[in-house]
C-alpha cells in the first residue's frame, strides 16, 4: 500500500514543518509517518534541504533507549521480519540483527545454507565432471570422471544455483569463454535477445 501523499509535490508548508521534525530529534519513520509519505522521500527530501536526518549508527548505545529495546524485543517475538522492524524502529536490518544477537534473542532461521565440508570433497586436480545430474536426481557420485584438457572446463551451472547438488558442466570451454559450444551458444542467444528487448 502506497502512503497517502505518494507523487505529490512537496508544498512549503511541509518543508518547514520537516525542518522543524529533523531539528527536533524525530526519527526519519516518525516524520514519514506524519506527512503520510515514505521513509525513502522523507529522507531524501531532508537530505535535499540541506537538513538530514541523523544517520542510525550514531554513539555507541546512543540510540538504543529502553523503549527502543522493548520495541524491538516484542517485535523480535512477535515474528516481524528484521528489515520491517528496521523501518519501524529508524534502524538498519543489520542494526536489527546485530542488536538482537547481542541482546541474546532466539536466532532467526538462516536462508542462507552452510557447507556440509564432507559433501565437497575435492575431485583431484586432473580430472573434471563430464555429465552433471539432472534437477532433482543429482547424485553426484555418478558423475564420470575424464582427465582435465588444456582448455578450463565449462562453467554453465546443471540445476539450481542455490541447490545442494548443483554441478558445472566441466566440458572443455571455448578457447577465452566460460562455456563449452553448446553452452555459449545457450548464453549468447539470451544476450541477443535481451539487446533485441532493449
Known sequence: MRPAA??????????AR???????????SEAAAAHGR???AVTDRARMLGCPFPKAG???????????????RDMWAAGYATSAIGRLLGLTKNQVI????????EPR?????????????????????????????????RLAR???????????IEGEPSAD??????????EGRPYCPEHEARASAGRWRAEEAA
Open 6 to 15: 505518494h507523487g505529490t509535490h512537496w508544498t512549503q508548508r511541509e518543508d
Open 98 to 105: 546485530g542488536k538482537a544477537h547481542r541482546l541474546g534473542l
Open 58 to 72: 550514531g554513539a555507541p548505545g546512543e540510540q538504543y533507549t529502553p523503549e527502543l529495546v522493548a520495541k524491538l
Open 146 to 156: 575424464v582427465p582435465r584438457t588444456n582448455h578450463d572446463p565449462c562453467q554453465w
Open 109 to 141: 532461521f538462516s536462508p542462507i545454507r552452510r557447507v556440509d565440508p564432507l559433501r565437497c570433497q575435492a575431485r583431484p586436480e586432473n580430472e573434471v565432471a563430464l555429465e552433471a545430474p539432472k534437477p532433482g536426481k543429482g547424485d553426484p557420485s
Open 38 to 40: 515514505s521513509q525513502k
Open 18 to 28: 520537516l525542518r522543524e521534525e529533523v531539528a527536533s530529534k524525530m526519527t526519519s
Open 165 to 174: 547438488d548443483k554441478c558445472k558442466c566441466g566440458a572443455p570451454a571455448v
